[in-house]
């Protein structure tokens, strides 16, 4: 079977490494500053030979605030701007690539005093956020907002908050702006998580205005080490690509091709024999949510790996580099370009 | 979302065909098995996907036979009375048939009533050297070199040895790329064979061709998606295959999901993978033409689509497959 096809053309801002800091909010901070900056910036974009690359369609700052001042300017102009607190930073992005209105809102609001990572992750399909009315205390609302993280319901949206633990961020966009992947690699247990906000692929024509968001979040696993996010226990064990279709809100499976009770890369954990190639199977979109249930759509460029590969494999393994695992899905990659870690 | 298109557009169906039992346990399963080797060799009497009468462009053809008392060349199965059942090196009724469509080499089906039960018999096929049938006997059926069995004498085909009514349903492609039979008894699939070519077929698998089938009961994702009950020849490489679905957690999508999509109002029909599990041919290696995996939740003999065009693909067991626009006889 040949080696996928891209859907799309990509850009990659790849290797941002975030050296853990004094303590679980600060590095929270630098990772939230440096994404923002990344996917709101036009330049320093590498295209998948690694030449400079324009980024047409950077993610528009909506509205955001720096704890001291909240308005529909971008306040957060250095990383001192990004602060948690009970007057905290929040930023809303907007990628009309999506669809006009489709905004991302994150901040950096912790639920209790200490040093945490606790932050608030939101979007909004199709409406966008209502910017009237906006605070320094609370992060905007949005008539069909979809919120994965809440402000109070301690989940780490980038970072843990135990341990202090060095990152390293790949950012890659389509060049369309229809899709856009943050992976967060944990840089001692090669641990990933990713942020996920894509226009999907195949939708049913009755999802209308379809968008898709996917956040696994830096969950404690044993003592300070993360779990894994992007792997099957999340992506199709369990239902975290999210979605909105009509007025409800859907969180959804990622399904592959599977046999017997489990996904072809859980199952074939070798190359295929005959074509000598790693598995590479689609990702499908499934709702089991009552009223909503059926395949929904797939994923852009993204397949489900072999378990047996880890974090930074390549497809093909050399050259063309055209595939990287992170660790059991594949995306699209700078051709022989390495993945770095500290 | 809308219906699937067909691989081939050029289905040809002979189906509805109803047989009521003659009488005898002998007569009824004389008369299913005669009536599948006929529909298969014969060009006349087929339908297109639009139930008008057409004839097939590349019927099985017959390589050799034995009827128990003559073994050669040609068909002496020409009339049901020609099946004899025995078991091997006792005189019995066996027969060969080829279709260079499904993978352009001499792709053989082997069908041996090699068994003292009406019921018991052997389905064989071989993907492209043909069965040695330089010295036909009576005694013993023809072998080839890369033989695969779909179903042994040691179970039972359709059914157990009793006398019954059924419906039998054939679907050749024109060029004879895929074969199907579908076997229906009191309202249930009891017996379904497909002879493919499948498609998207993984670089380094030549000619490929896949058999899988059901015996005495239909098409499940429990026979079919949780054991490997289809054959594959890779090379040399005798492979049995999972048929694999679009799936989550720990089942299938058709086994998760058991209603319609309720956004689009439409029933899955989800593409069938064909993942070999022998080494050294181990992996995902094509996809079936024109047949998916549907809902659990979907009756047995169940048509799509139920608005517009109607009747279109059928339901048999939890797979979908296409279908005439008639309506399926099952008794």
Same mark, same amino acid.
């Given at each position: 079977?040949?080696?996928?096809?891209?859907?799309?053309?990509?850009?990659?801002?790849?290797?941002?490494?975030?050296?853990?800091?004094?303590?679980?909010?600060?590095?929270?901070?630098?990772?939230?500053?440096?994404?923002?900056?990344?996917?709101?910036?036009?330049?320093?974009?590498?295209?998948?030979?690694?030449?400079?690359?324009?980024?047409?369609?950077?993610?528009?700052?909506?509205?955001?605030?720096?704890?001291?001042?909240?308005?529909?300017?971008?306040?957060?102009?250095?990383?001192?701007?990004?602060?948690?607190?009970?007057?905290?930073?929040?930023?809303?992005?907007?990628?009309?690539?999506?669809?006009?209105?489709?905004?991302?809102?994150?901040?950096?609001?912790?639920?209790?005093?200490?040093?945490?990572?606790?932050?608030?992750?939101?979007?909004?399909?199709?409406?966008?956020?209502?910017?009237?009315?906006?605070?320094?205390?609370? %992060?905007?609302?949005?008539?069909?907002? @979809?919120?994965?993280?809440?402000?109070?319901?301690?989940?780490?949206?980038?970072?843990? @908050?135990?341990?202090?633990?060095?990152?390293?961020?790949?950012?890659?966009?389509?060049?369309?702006?229809?899709?856009?992947?943050?992976?967060?690699?944990?840089?001692?247990?090669?641990?990933?998580?990713?942020?996920?906000?894509?226009? +999907?692929?195949?939708?049913?024509?009755?999802?209308?205005?379809?968008?898709?968001?996917?956040? %696994?979040?830096?969950?404690?696993?044993?003592?300070?080490?993360?779990?894994?996010?992007?792997?099957?226990?999340?992506?199709?064990?369990?239902?975290?690509?999210?979605?909105?279709?009509?007025?409800?809100?859907?969180?959804?499976?990622?399904?592959?091709?599977?046999?017997?009770?489990?996904?072809?890369?859980?199952?074939?954990?070798?190359?295929?024999?005959?074509?000598?190639?790693?598995?590479? %199977?689609?990702?499908?979109?499934?709702?089991?949510?009552?009223?909503?249930?059926?395949?929904?759509?797939?994923?852009?460029?993204?397949?489900?790996?072999?378990?047996?590969?880890?974090?930074?494999?390549?497809?093909?393994?050399?050259?063309?580099?055209?595939?990287?695992?992170? +660790?059991?899905?594949?995306?699209?990659?700078?051709?022989?370009?390495?993945?770095?870690?500290? | 979302?809308?219906?699937?298109?067909?691989?081939?557009?050029?289905?040809?169906?002979?189906?509805?065909?109803? =047989?009521?039992?003659?009488?005898?346990?002998?007569?009824?399963?004389?008369?299913?098995?005669?009536?599948?080797?006929? &529909?298969?060799?014969?060009?006349?009497?087929?339908?297109?996907?639009?139930?008008?009468?057409?004839? *097939?462009?590349?019927?099985?053809?017959?390589?050799?036979?034995?009827?128990?008392?003559?073994?050669?060349?040609?068909?002496?199965?020409?009339?049901?009375?020609?099946?004899?059942?025995?078991?091997?090196?006792?005189? !019995?009724?066996?027969?060969?048939?080829?279709?260079?469509?499904?993978?352009?080499?001499?792709?053989? =089906?082997?069908?041996?009533?090699?068994?003292?039960?009406?019921?018991?018999?052997?389905?064989?096929?071989?993907?492209?050297?043909?069965?040695?049938?330089?010295?036909?006997? /009576?005694?013993?059926?023809?072998?080839?070199?890369?033989?695969?069995? =779909?179903?042994?004498?040691?179970? #039972?085909?359709?059914?157990?040895?009793?006398?019954?009514?059924?419906? *039998?349903?054939?679907?050749?492609?024109?060029?004879?790329?895929?074969?199907?039979?579908?076997?229906?008894?009191?309202?249930?699939?009891?017996?379904?064979?497909?002879? #493919?070519?499948?498609?998207?077929?993984? &670089?380094?698998?030549?000619?490929?061709?896949?058999?899988?089938?059901?015996?005495?009961?239909?098409?499940?994702?429990?026979?079919?998606? #949780?054991?490997?009950?289809?054959?594959?020849?890779?090379?040399?490489?005798?492979? &049995?295959?999972?048929?694999?679905?679009?799936?989550?957690?720990?089942?299938?999508?058709?086994?998760?999901?058991?209603?319609?999509?309720?956004?689009?109002?439409?029933?899955?029909?989800?593409?069938?993978?064909?993942?070999?599990?022998?080494?050294?041919?181990?992996?995902?290696?094509?996809?079936?033409?024109? /047949?998916?995996?549907?809902?659990?939740?979907?009756?047995?003999?169940?048509?799509?689509?139920?608005?517009?065009?109607?009747?279109?693909? =059928? !339901?048999?067991?939890?797979?979908?497959?296409?279908?005439?626009?008639?309506?399926?006889?099952?008794?």
């Amino acid at each position: 079977m040949a080696m996928p096809t891209y859907d799309k053309t990509w850009i990659f801002k790849p290797n941002i490494k975030v050296v853990k800091r004094g303590n679980a909010t600060l590095t929270q901070q630098q990772l939230l500053y440096e994404i923002k900056v990344a996917l709101t910036t036009a330049s320093g974009w590498l295209d998948r030979d690694g030449a400079a690359a324009v980024n047409a369609h950077p993610w528009i700052v909506a509205a955001s605030s720096n704890a001291s001042v909240a308005d529909l300017s971008d306040n957060w102009n250095s990383l001192s701007d990004v602060v948690a607190g009970t007057n905290f930073s929040w930023i809303v992005l907007r990628q009309p690539s999506i669809n006009p209105n489709f905004s991302l809102c994150f901040s950096t609001y912790w639920g209790a005093a200490g040093n945490y990572s606790y932050g608030v992750f939101s979007f909004s399909p199709v409406d966008g956020y209502t910017l009237t009315g906006i605070g320094t205390t609370t %992060t905007p609302t949005a008539t069909d907002i @979809y919120t994965v993280a809440a402000q109070g319901s301690n989940i780490n949206i980038v970072n843990m @908050y135990t341990g202090l633990l060095d990152y390293v961020i790949h950012v890659m966009m389509s060049t369309d702006g229809e899709c856009t992947r943050v992976f967060l690699v944990e840089n001692t247990n090669f641990v990933v998580h990713m942020w996920l906000m894509d226009k +999907p692929k195949n939708p049913i024509p009755e999802w209308v205005s379809p968008a898709l968001v996917c956040l %696994t979040p830096m969950v404690a696993g044993s003592g300070t080490t993360p779990t894994q996010g992007v792997d099957y226990a999340h992506l199709n064990d369990a239902a975290y690509f999210r979605t909105r279709v009509g007025a409800v809100n859907l969180s959804m499976y990622g399904s592959t091709e599977g046999y017997l009770s489990g996904m072809l890369g859980q199952q074939v954990i070798a190359m295929n024999d005959i074509s000598l190639r790693w598995p590479l %199977t689609p990702v499908g979109l499934v709702s089991d949510i009552t009223g909503s249930r059926g395949w929904l759509g797939s994923v852009y460029d993204m397949y489900y790996t072999s378990t047996w590969t880890s974090i930074g494999d390549y497809y093909p393994e050399s050259g063309d580099y055209q595939f990287i695992t992170f +660790p059991n899905i594949a995306v699209p990659w700078l051709k022989a370009f390495d993945l770095v870690g500290m | 979302m809308a219906l699937p298109v067909l691989d081939y557009s050029t289905w040809r169906f002979k189906v509805n065909q109803n =047989l009521d039992s003659p009488g005898t346990v002998l007569a009824c399963f004389q008369q299913l098995l005669w009536s599948i080797k006929d &529909s298969l060799i014969t060009a006349s009497g087929w339908t297109d996907s639009a139930g008008s009468g057409t004839t *097939l462009t590349a019927p099985w053809t017959v390589i050799a036979s034995s009827n128990g008392t003559v073994a050669d060349a040609s068909d002496n199965w020409t009339t049901s009375a020609d099946l004899v059942w025995a078991a091997t090196g006792t005189a !019995h009724s066996w027969i060969v048939l080829r279709q260079t469509g499904i993978n352009g080499q001499n792709f053989e =089906l082997l069908l041996d009533c090699n068994s003292a039960s009406n019921n018991r018999l052997t389905v064989s096929w071989t993907p492209a050297t043909g069965f040695d049938v330089s010295s036909p006997s /009576t005694l013993t059926a023809p072998t080839a070199t890369y033989q695969s069995t =779909l179903v042994a004498n040691s179970v #039972d085909w359709v059914t157990t040895a009793i006398t019954f009514n059924c419906a *039998l349903h054939v679907q050749v492609t024109d060029g004879g790329e895929c074969t199907r039979v579908v076997v229906y008894i009191g309202g249930a699939c009891k017996a379904f064979w497909a002879l #493919d070519k499948p498609k998207d077929a993984v &670089s380094g698998w030549s000619s490929p061709a896949i058999g899988y089938l059901s015996y005495s009961g239909a098409p499940l994702y429990t026979t079919l998606n #949780d054991v490997t009950n289809a054959r594959c020849w890779v090379g040399s490489v005798e492979t &049995s295959a999972y048929l694999a679905s679009a799936a989550y957690g720990t089942a299938m999508l058709g086994q998760n999901l058991t209603v319609a999509n309720e956004v689009s109002g439409c029933w899955p029909m989800i593409p069938v993978r064909v993942v070999t599990d022998t080494y050294p041919a181990v992996g995902l290696v094509g996809t079936l033409r024109d /047949t998916w995996w549907g809902a659990t939740g979907v009756a047995d003999g169940d048509t799509y689509p139920d608005t517009g065009t109607l009747k279109q693909f =059928l !339901h048999v067991g939890n797979l979908i497959i296409p279908w005439n626009q008639s309506t399926p006889l099952l008794t």
